[in-house]
């Protein structure tokens, strides 16, 4: 079963996961402290191409697992009666040892298969290739089987899919920010654009296919020195934190709890 938009024009639109769709690290200006991300991007382009109001709601919470988004998350969106749903979750899982991602498959098809029941048309995201980041490349299989997984999963469901393993300009190192699991600004823009293609969205920008400009190459020492502050400022708390059963997200809410209408430009 390929995608076809079965509710379009999307009228409410609520996004589900973890820190990627929760918008980590695109600054949003207009909140002090707060971020924007590719799903409130994409919300935006729906509101600005719809002869209509467009509701949107962010349930994302960094650092929740699969089982998580789908226990907190996935019934707070039925009840919104959403008619589109992006649920993108389990990038935390593989990085655990032990991880299966054929189990974590079944768990997010369920879901799949509950909110396509309730009339929502479901978009699905790939985890993007993470063979150039040293430690993150370790669990590349067990994202590439979770990844075949999810083209299944959209095959069977009617869902559409977002794919970051096989976007080339992805692996550009200038698009992703210095914690290198996060998107910068221009990588969660681009990223919006490339959902809207996936949903079938007109795009008036195409340039999102289109790799960066060459940058100077980071001479040894530097590279050296930005590898020690990545392991200190990033993957020691992350392993502190494994360690002390504890999350980035404890305590958070949603930064969009309820769905709200965009303005239309």
Same mark, same amino acid.
């Given at each position: ?10 009228? /409410?639109?609520?996004? #589900? ?18 971020? /924007? ?21 962010? @349930? ?23 008619? @589109? ?8 899982? @593989? ?8 189990? @974590? ?30 430690? #993150? ?52 823009? /681009? ?49 502190? /934190? ?24």
């Amino acid at each position: 079963m390929q995608f076809s938009a079965s509710r379009a024009p999307w009228r /409410r639109y609520v996004a #589900l996961g973890d820190s990627f769709t929760e918008g980590l690290n695109d600054s949003d200006p207009g909140r002090p402290g707060e971020f /924007r991300g590719w799903a409130d991007r994409l919300a935006e382009q729906l509101a600005a191409t719809s002869d209509g109001d467009v509701e949107y709601a962010n @349930l994302a919470i960094r650092g929740r697992l699969l089982g998580q988004v789908i226990a907190e998350q996935v019934p707070v969106a039925l009840e919104a009666q959403p008619d @589109l749903v992006s649920l993108v979750a389990g990038g935390n899982d @593989l990085m655990r040892p032990g991880a299966d991602p054929d189990e @974590l498959a079944g768990t997010l098809e369920a879901a799949v298969v509950r909110l396509r029941a309730a009339g929502a048309d479901v978009l699905l995201a790939t985890s993007a290739d993470p063979r150039a980041t040293p430690l #993150l490349r370790r669990a590349r299989g067990r994202i590439a089987i979770f990844n075949a997984n999810i083209w299944s999963i959209a095959a069977r469901t009617g869902s559409a899919v977002l794919d970051q393993w096989s976007a080339g300009w992805l692996h550009d190192v200038r698009l992703w920010d210095t914690d290198r699991i996060h998107l910068t600004e221009e990588g969660h823009r /681009r990223t919006a654009l490339a959902a809207a293609t996936a949903l079938g969205l007109p795009c008036d920008d195409d340039g999102w296919r289109t790799p960066l400009a060459p940058g100077p190459r980071r001479a040894l020492r530097v590279a050296v020195v930005e590898e020690a502050a990545w392991v200190r400022g990033f993957v020691a708390p992350w392993i502190g /934190r494994r360690l002390r059963g504890t999350s980035s997200g404890d305590g958070r809410a949603p930064k969009r709890p309820v769905p709200l209408a965009l303005p239309r430009h």
